[in-house]
């Protein structure tokens, strides 16, 4: 297939539709698949964003940085200009990670070119409103997220919360797809005794978050366990919030960005995985954390709800109860045969989640959409035939 993806985010900006992308363009190249990437150029003078990925070409746009968060571009143009990209390149479909703004330009051109296209819901940003100081935006914010779903041909959700949320808003055409794991990368046997070493003493049990440091993570929230005895906070991720949560997590460690083997080893050898996000329509690190055999407690909304089996891989509590959410640890930091039976448990469940199998599932949408459009030009045809 040719197939083109607009990526509202992608390198050198690591976060969650990033890395789905470099796993899908990865799966798309050993499949032989011809693919154009469009997205945000980087950041200027220095241009760290890659030309080709996967030898695909990537097409970078114009962008600006986004206010208050520099690493994150919005990029610029016009929907006549995706129009022509898309049109030079003659996309079977087209793939839109996370339409928002650019998203938004490129469903708008696939409409008038006659292109299926299939829209990844993957960031709810209406929620992001109230977090950066605009709650009066939200209702705006969900008008422009139900104009890009209800034009897109397919939308992939990859949650029941994200299906139930978007179907409450009147989009239609919804497809659950979730996201797989890397279960050799993230597994219990990176465990590493040296690195525990260096950030936690050996009485103490460690409780990890890995994400971005930004408004949307609420990881101030984790300030209820930052003084909890026999504990060490290890904070990885970076992001515009680091030096005021430094000050609000004193005895946190801050390991700083992370990726790679040595993000694995790291998560292998947290006692227990936090997330305190409201905001995850999936929450991929959660994944990885279970993968790594670690127990995990997480707010009880979105992704979240899909991924923890409350009582068994982990505990779920109610958004904005942090007494629930320092219980929830205490119970199974203060457990240790619990502890690592929850952690076995969690292993256990994300097996069989690989990427290859997710990718593939990809692709069917892609034909889908594509079959659905051709009945769709077929079904104009004939009335134009008939008037």
């Known amino acids: ?39 945000p150029s980087s950041s200027w003078p220095v241009d760290e964003a890659p030309t080709t990925v996967e030898g695909f070409p990537v097409h970078p746009l114009p962008s600006v940085p986004l206010s208050g968060y520099a690493n994150v571009r919005l990029a610029a143009g016009t929907v006549a200009r995706v129009r022509r990209i898309l049109q030079d390149f003659g996309p079977d479909v087209v793939h839109i990670a996370s339409p928002f703004v650019l998203g938004w330009r490129a469903v708008q051109a696939c409409e008038q070119l006659g292109l299926p296209s299939v829209s990844v819901y993957q960031t709810e940003v209406p929620a992001y409103a109230a977090r950066y100081g605009f709650p009066w935006l939200e209702g705006l914010l969900w008008q422009r997220v139900e104009n890009i779903h209800d034009a897109s041909t397919l939308t992939l959700v990859p949650s029941s919360f994200a299906l139930g ?19 050799e990368r993230f ?25 971005r440091l930004a408004a949307e993570k609420q990881v101030e929230d984790l300030a209820v366990l ?70 995990v407690v997480a707010v009880g909304r979105g992704g979240p709800l899909d991924l923890v089996d409350a009582s ?36 256990a469940s994300v097996q069989g989640r690989t990427w290859p199998v997710l990718c593939e599932q990809l692709v069917g949408y892609y034909e889908k959409a594509v079959a659905v459009q051709a ?10 035939r008939t008037q």
Not at 166 to 179: A, E, I, K, S, T
Not at 243 to 272: I, K, N
Not at 332 to 345: V, Y
Request: glycine fraction near 10%; aromatic fraction near 6%; hydrophobic fraction near 40%.
């Open 165 to 183: 949320q978007l179907r409450d808003h009147g989009v239609q055409r919804l497809n659950l797809w979730r996201r797989g794991v890397d279960t």
């Open 312 to 347: 068994r891989t982990g505990w779920i509590y109610r958004p904005g109860d942090l007494a629930g959410l320092r219980s929830s640890v205490a119970d199974l930091i203060g457990d240790d045969a619990k502890r690592r039976a929850f952690g076995r448990a969690a292993h």
């Open 375 to 384: 009945r769709r030009a077929g079904a104009a045809h004939r009335v134009r």
């Open 226 to 295: 930052d003084s909890m005895p026999g504990t060490r906070l290890v904070i990885i991720g970076s992001g515009p919030l680091e030096e005021s949560l430094r000050a609000r997590l004193p005895r946190a460690h801050f390991a700083g960005f992370r990726s790679g083997t040595e993000l694995a080893r790291m998560v292998a050898t947290f006692d227990l995985f936090v997330h305190p996000g409201e905001s995850e329509t999936f929450c991929q690190t959660i994944q990885e954390a279970m993968a790594s055999g670690v127990p």
């Open 187 to 211: 597994s219990p046997g990176r465990y590493d005794a040296a690195w525990r070493a260096t950030v936690a003493a050996p009485h103490e049990r460690i409780i990890g978050f890995v994400g």
């Open 1 to 39: 297939m040719r197939i083109a993806i607009v990526a509202e985010s992608f390198l050198p900006h690591m976060n969650g539709v990033t890395h789905s992308l470099l796993k899908v363009l990865s799966h798309l190249r050993g499949r032989g698949d011809d693919v154009l990437v469009i997205a």
